[in-house]
């Protein structure tokens, strides 16, 4: 075995390539016998011995390399931190045989160890969007589109209130789950008779089909019960022509959506606004 030297690298001993040589030349041979003794087994110990011959000579030229390529000065090396700490990007070892740095260099406690920054750069702040005001919503208006968006409730309160502008004492009579109301109108400047109504109004919206003879039929059975000459049929939806004939002939005035429209366009501007807000279902 070669004598060290403090700081210097070891060169492996010559002798030892040549038992790396003789251990390789063992290594085959065992293996040829250990082949060979598949088929004969009276050569399994000879190959065996010379595999294990082999294998220690190889061993031990490997292990005396390594050791010669090592430092015995563990200070020659310069640490992996050493360079970061430095800045000067990551660190690399040295080449065989050469010191990294002299030996006896002083390290700083603030070089060996990376600490980091105790205040980090605050982002410059981004400016704000101007963010556009959103386009001045238009009030709700009458439109034939309103009556679709109302509540059977909202429906015949709207008709209530609009006899009631036409000056009219207003008595009401629901007609339950089957929608709609009866509408009974008192004259306010009738001398005799207030008990008695000076017509009737039948109110609902129809929804999705138009309003046809039919629907006019117990209008006209209510009024010839009351003896009543007059009667009105508001609804949302539209009259057929039969129906508009029919009503003609039997004194009905029909209010569709478009009737009922005109009639509001009558009113003034804080009755319509009124309406308007019965429509909506605000108090």
């Given at each position: ?23 390789l030349l063992a290594v085959a041979i065992g293996v ?23 294998v220690v000579l190889v061993g031990s030229y490997l ?192 209010l569709d959506r478009n009737g009922l429209l005109a ?21």
């Amino acid at each position: 075995m070669a004598v060290r030297t403090p700081g210097r690298p070891v060169k492996p001993s010559p002798v030892y390539r040549y038992l790396f040589a003789i251990g390789l030349l063992a290594v085959a041979i065992g293996v040829t016998l250990l082949v060979m003794s598949m088929k004969e087994r009276v050569w399994l110990p000879a190959g065996a011995a010379a595999l294990l011959l082999g294998v220690v000579l190889v061993g031990s030229y490997l292990t005396d390399r390594l050791q010669a390529e090592a430092f015995v000065d563990p200070l020659a090396f310069e640490p992996p931190w050493s360079k970061l700490a430095r800045g000067a990007g990551p660190p690399r070892l040295p080449a065989p045989g050469k010191l990294a740095v002299a030996p006896g260099t002083a390290f700083s406690i603030d070089k060996l160890i990376d600490f980091p920054a105790t205040t980090a750069a605050s982002r410059p702040a981004r400016p704000a969007r101007s963010v556009p005001p959103p386009p001045p919503v238009a009030p709700p208006s009458w439109t034939p589109a309103l009556f679709d968006q109302v509540s059977a409730q909202q429906f015949d309160a709207v008709c209530e209130a609009l006899f009631a502008q036409g000056g009219f004492e207003t008595r009401s009579q629901s007609h339950g789950a089957a929608g709609g109301v009866t509408i009974w109108l008192y004259s306010r400047h009738a001398q005799q008779g207030k008990d008695s109504p000076a017509a009737v109004a039948w109110c609902k919206q129809w929804s999705g089909q138009p309003v046809g003879v039919r629907e006019l039929h117990p209008l006209l059975d209510l009024m010839r019960s009351r003896e009543l000459k007059r009667g009105t049929c508001a609804t949302s939806s539209i009259c057929s022509e039969n129906a508009r004939k029919f009503a003609k002939d039997n004194g009905i005035n029909l209010l569709d959506r478009n009737g009922l429209l005109a009639l509001i366009a009558g009113r003034t501007p804080a009755q319509q606004q009124a309406l308007l807000a019965l429509a909506l279902g605000k108090r």
